[in-house]
T-cell receptor, first 115, second 116 residues
């Protein structure tokens, strides 16, 4: 079974609008962390935001926020006020704390921001 | 955030040669580094976990003798692709774990390997 599922291979959003990128996960580990990374065409992986399984509040980092719904096992990324530079691949990843810090990545969502 | 460098960024080699890729954590010490492989338009596939001073832990299906990993210091890990073949052509990315604040992985810029 897929541990991390990103069901949207591609998304379009108009500049200045908000967009939600979906991510669901599957784990039996009570302690885990969820990450979002951005990969522009240059290839580098850029860390965006982190949510711990025991965190009571949704994580926020500037224009990025994570809509964490633990019961549904979802960790959607919300990008507000989209910019042209947000066009990239976005990967959701999970670390199970019992599993030696390894990250398990989803298949990614390609976001394209248009003017 | 923490900075991880990778060298070279791009390499083209002939089939049968060996290629070494370096991964360095520039402003922090990383006891653990990870090596990933990414095919075009695909996700990252973890190849191995590299621990300073000990043998790397390889993921299932990854050939240890083909992808040699050395983690000689807290700031340097190397991946050597031995006797490279065209099917080894890929984008290789390393990452290093920083202890704080989230124990997150910081990634290098990647190395694009093309084997002719």
């Amino acid at each position: 079974a897929q541990k991390i599922t990103q069901t949207q291979p591609g998304m379009f959003v108009q500049e200045k609008e908000a967009v939600t990128l979906d991510c669901t996960y599957d784990t039996s580990d009570p302690s885990y962390g969820l990450f979002w990374y951005k990969q522009p065409s240059s290839g580098e992986m850029i860390f965006l935001i982190y949510q711990g399984s025991y965190d009571q509040q949704n994580a926020t980092e500037g224009r990025y926020s994570l809509n964490f719904q633990k019961a549904r096992k979802s960790a959607n990324l919300v990008i507000s006020a989209s910019q042209l530079g947000d066009s990239a691949m976005y990967f959701c990843a999970m670390r199970e704390d019992s599993n030696t810090d390894k990250l398990i990545f989803g298949t990614g969502t390609r976001l394209q921001v248009f003017p | 955030g923490a900075v991880v460098s990778q060298h070279p960024s791009r390499v083209i080699c002939k089939s049968g040669t060996s290629v070494k890729i370096e991964c360095r954590s520039l402003d922090f010490q990383a006891t653990t580094m990870f090596w990933y492989r990414q095919f075009p338009k695909k996700s990252l596939m973890l190849m191995a976990t590299s621990n300073e001073g000990s043998k790397a832990t390889y993921e299932q299906g990854v050939e240890k003798d083909k992808f040699l990993i050395n983690h000689a210091s807290l700031t340097l890990s190397t991946l050597t692709v031995t006797s490279a073949h065209p099917e080894d052509s890929s984008f290789y990315i390393c990452s290093a774990s920083a202890a704080f604040p989230y124990n997150e992985q910081f990634f290098g810029p990647g190395t694009r390997l093309t084997v002719l």
